[in-house]
């Protein structure tokens, strides 16, 4: 029996609770539209956001996701040729190879690319620009690929990943190493 009474008043809500809002959104709208006398009022339904005039699809955006791509792009080809200029410098393997590690990501048989996980994690007060050179070697320690990328403003205390993709190692299985580390 109370199962019953509970399902009947959860029916009631559902039907009830929209004409509610209805009868809500009417009185508003006709209390906010009416003046003393009642002459020459407005008793329609006003909406609150105007329908657009054209359909978003019609209208070009004035960012395109082909844009924004070739923006991100060029931004990470300018961050990639700093760092490879920061690195050509360095003699040696340079003065943060403690604060990077790398990891290489599973490879599928489908892959273009063989990627590589690098982590950054600076350990000063301030944040600074990484330059980092992963190379790509086979079982047989043979280099197959070089890749540098760049991390700027890495946040002091903190870790921050990119990847290191290559092109060339694609479809092997490969050993990522770090062979240079710039920090500054």
């Known amino acids: 029996m109370k199962a019953n009474l509970s399902a009947r008043r959860a029916r009631a809500t559902r039907v009830l609770a929209p004409v509610a809002v209805a009868a809500l959104l009417l009185a508003s709208t006709a209390a906010c539209g009416s003046d003393s006398t009642g002459e020459g009022t407005d008793q329609g339904v006003h909406t609150l956001t105007p329908e657009p005039e054209e359909s978003p699809a019609e209208s070009a955006s004035p960012r395109t996701q082909e844009s924004f791509a070739a923006s991100v792009s060029a931004e990470s080809e300018r961050v990639r040729q700093e760092a490879a200029k920061r690195l050509d410098e360095v003699e040696g393997r340079g003065n943060a190879v403690a604060d990077v590690s790398v990891n290489g990501l599973p490879l599928t048989a489908s892959e273009e690319v063989r990627s590589a996980l690098v982590r950054v994690t600076n350990p000063t007060d301030e944040a ?3 330059a980092v050179k992963v190379e790509f070697l086979d079982a047989e320690d043979k280099v197959l690929d070089t890749v540098v990328v760049g ?33 500054g």
Request: glycine share 2%; aromatic share 8%; proline share 11%.
């Open 151 to 183: 991390v700027p403003d890495a946040p002091p205390d903190r870790t921050v990943e990119v990847q290191a993709n290559s092109r060339k190692a694609a479809g092997v299985k490969t050993f990522p190493r770090v062979a240079q580390a710039m920090r």
């Open 128 to 130: 600074a620009f990484y």
